[in-house]
DNA sequence: TAGTTCGTAAAGTTTTAACTGTACGAATTT
DNA sequence: AAATTCGTACAGTTAAAACTTTACGAACTA
């Protein structure tokens, strides 16, 4: 193995430790494949190479980058005199990391909050109606509880995310050790 | 609809959101759902009782209730005289947040820096290597700092992690608003 | 110790997600 | 405007995950 042969394969084993890894977040292993080749690589990519280097279809890379880019991980690039779209690694793993939270999470939160709201009120009017039979009543109250400490929790889940968003985080858990 | 439909329905809707909601941690909809029916659940349940209620095979149940207690989003209860193992919800959604990443990304972390090492180590040698042709080692250094780079980032999440895992985070962002 | 009951492993089935090939509109070139 | 190139929607195929059925060991019961 030669020298240039042993970059390369040093590249790959992270490139694909990364990809494992990596789909915690749900991302796909192909997907983070993509993501690790596009890090590497010096120059922007165009669908073609990136088909190419990675033995796929390219219909999938194009879906592929298109994930990327709505991760935030990956930026769509202008060059003068280039008719095909160039692709690049966002260079900031930070960026990525938070951009990854506050957009899948935001809309469950939200969703969640206003399914217990409407629930809430529902139990709010059983529990304050008289023709309530008193032991439905009393489910009813504890029904209530449960509610109310689910929305504290996303109330708490939201706040975290802002956390996250405004990168406020970063002055509770610094960049640099 | 009776007030007792009502309030089940109300549950019902609560939960399915939920588990819908769940499905972005990794956790199935299933597996979302039966959590639901443990947390509005009043006494801990047995596989049968489960199984029943959500008219699933008991087998899945007892995989699904598995999974949700290496989560620490269900504990086995223990009654005298009761054959059957008993489950209930973990009643603290706080706790049940940071266990759920601290334990599937841990391993994740430490799996990728060990690559980084393995892979920087190799690279370091390649760089102070005379017999490595010029242009290779120009990538090579350039390889170095990416690694550098994702090393550094992975500390910081390891860090990230440790203020969950030891409950730090709550005095950035406290619970109670 | 023979008969039950409970929990789970293993194999089989169904459902879901990933990936590919074809086809087509939009943009570009000649 | 005809021909070419590029990106992506759509339909079909393949791979993976969820779920069920069967089967069996361990613990309990009589």
Do not use: C
């Amino acid at each position: 193995m030669n020298e240039q042969e042993k970059l390369l394969n040093a590249r790959d084993r992270f490139i694909d430790s990364m990809a494992k890894n990596m789909s915690l977040y749900g991302i796909t292993h192909s997907v983070g494949r993509l993501y690790g080749l596009l890090y590497f690589n010096e120059k922007p990519m165009t669908l073609d190479e990136m088909k190419d280097e990675l033995g796929m279809s390219k219909t999938s890379m194009s879906t592929a980058v298109r994930q990327l880019q709505e991760l935030n991980m990956v930026e769509k690039v202008w060059k003068k005199g280039e008719r095909k779209d160039l692709y690049q690694a966002a260079d900031d793993w930070y960026d990525s990391f938070t951009a990854l939270f506050t957009t899948s999470w935001r809309t469950g939160i939200s969703l969640n909050m206003s399914t217990i709201n409407r629930s809430l009120k529902e139990l709010h009017n059983l529990r304050d109606n008289p023709e309530t039979p008193d032991e439905v009543r009393a489910s009813v109250k504890l029904d209530i509880e449960k509610y109310q400490y689910a929305l504290d929790y996303y109330d708490w889940l939201n706040r975290f995310v802002d956390s996250l968003e405004s990168k406020e985080i970063f002055n509770y858990i610094p960049k640099k050790e």
